[in-house]
């Protein structure tokens, strides 16, 4: 059974930073493409960052690009997502997940064919 776990998140000040992690388990871990989506009770699923863990590509969402970096420890089955210059608009849930499928498949899916935890409340205040 696939796990996952984000934590990580908080309340900061417009251009704080935070680091999110994200613990996995119960699948081969180089296999999938882990990353983030943040989504909001009632609102609409955003994609955030991925990585493909087969050969290291990434994607970062526009809305965060220059700002925000996913990363992973492949032997320890972790994921990071560092959040530099934050804004009010990155107030959501952030959510860990994975994918079978390549980066660019991911981020147009926005991992709705794979897995994921109960995220983690990042609040950006002005």
């Known amino acids: 059974e696939v796990q996952l776990q984000a934590c990580g998140g908080g309340l900061v000040q417009t251009g704080g930073s935070l680091r999110l992690s994200c613990a996995a388990s119960g699948f081969r871990f180089n296999d999938y493409t882990i990353g983030w989506f943040r989504q909001a009770p009632g609102k609409e699923r955003e994609g955030v960052a991925c990585k493909q863990l087969s050969d290291g590509s990434t994607y970062i969402a526009g809305s965060v690009r220059g700002r925000f970096t996913v990363s992973t420890d492949d032997s320890q089955n972790m994921a990071y997502l560092q959040m530099n210059s934050l804004k009010p608009e990155d107030t959501n849930g952030y959510y860990c997940?994975?994918?079978?499928?390549?980066?660019?498949?991911?981020?147009?899916?926005?991992?709705?064919?794979?897995?994921w935890g109960r995220g983690t409340q990042v609040t950006v205040s002005s």
């Open positions: 997940a994975v994918d079978e499928n390549p980066v660019q498949v991911v981020a147009a899916t926005l991992f709705k064919l794979g897995s």
